[in-house]
């Protein structure tokens, strides 16, 4: 599978996955909250997370995506 096909079949749980990393706290040591309605991240920042973050990379190569 190719990475965007992988990117365009999960798209909504591989955002709501960053987002979640990226709201994690708030910088005043509570909990973030993710802004309603949530950011579009872009493809390219996608692929990033996907090549960085452990858990999405095993994901992807699970699923037979050539990272």
Known sequence: MRM????????????????EVQYRH???G???IIPN??????IAEIK??????EGLYH????E???V
Do not use: C, H
């Open 26 to 28: 708030d910088g005043r």
């Open 4 to 19: 965007t096909e992988f990117i365009s079949n999960n798209r909504e749980t591989l955002n709501q996955a960053i987002l």
């Open 48 to 53: 990033e997370w996907i090549a960085n973050d």
């Open 37 to 42: 309605p949530p950011p579009q991240i872009s």
């Open 30 to 32: 509570g909990r973030g």
């Open 59 to 62: 994901w992807a190569k699970s």
């Open 64 to 66: 037979g995506v050539r």
